[in-house]
């Protein structure tokens, strides 16, 4: 039976910019553990940043290098029975790491309005889900998430799902 995972990101503050891309969240696998297979995002903007007029998106990529972490947080189990999750995730990834480098490959891509509620993805069926492989460090065992807001006074909110089997 495949053991379910969530993490939720909220920048406590606004973007810094509006004109590149800000690091959200890093997922990486660990070698000898399963493969992680993300099914859901959520992106949206929260906080006092909905009086403002804007949107953004959210993008899941794979990088030509592979990003780097200095700070994790444990994943919640959705089963309180299940192992330990095989992800290494971090939130703000400027603060905690850094996104990858070089050729940028695109593998999840959220739009959402600012006053028009969340933007989602969700893979239909389970063979339709990003796989992140269970290698670890290398570009098929790493994904990072990375937004982009019209206006710095914008927060930006997210929800990554996602199984191991």
Known sequence: MPMSYDVSFVIGATQTTAVRLQGQMLAT???????????????????????????????????????TTTTTVTPNKKNQYSA??????????????????????????????????PGFWMAANPDMACM???NGGTTAGYLDFSGQTASVTENLEGNWEWVEQ
């Open 84 to 117: 330990a999750s095989a992800v290494g995730s971090v939130t703000n990834v400027n603060g905690n790491g850094a996104i990858g480098t070089g050729t940028q490959t695109a593998r999840i891509y959220v739009n959402y309005a600012q006053t028009g509620g």
């Open 29 to 67: 696998t660990t070698a000898g553990k399963p493969s992680a297979y993300i099914t859901a995002v959520w992106a949206g903007c929260g906080g006092s940043g909905m009086t403002t007029a804007g949107g953004g998106y959210i993008v899941g990529s794979n990088w030509q290098t592979v990003g």
């Open 132 to 134: 992140v492989q269970n």
